[in-house]
């Protein structure tokens, strides 16, 4: 018995399964007084969290993979800001933007 492909829920404007891969290292300061880091998005004015990512790195280079927009159209900005051993929070970098 064969079933029919389903096109229901399919997203028209574009590929679905897309997601951004954010990387970073640290330029300066020791790595052992950041706790974790921040990821946050701003989209339309809006600047909302969308992970976090802990203080372990591999061959110091940070990655997070954003599966959450994948079904978002326009850009979107990316920032990171660290978060340090006493839970306060460093600067915010921009880490760049991905057009959806």
Known sequence: ??????RHA???NGRRGRRAILTWT?????????????IQAEDNGFL?????????????VY????RSHQD??????YY???VYLDYTRGEQYELGTVEY
């Open 1 to 6: 018995r064969r079933r029919r492909r389903s």
């Open 10 to 12: 399919k997203d028209a």
């Open 26 to 38: 640290l330029t300066k300061g020791p790595r052992r007084t950041v706790d974790h880091f921040m």
């Open 48 to 60: 909302y969290s969308v992970g976090a990512v802990h203080n372990i790195a591999r061959r110091g």
């Open 63 to 66: 990655d997070f993979l954003d």
């Open 72 to 77: 978002h159209v326009g850009p979107i900005t």
């Open 80 to 82: 990171v800001t660290p």
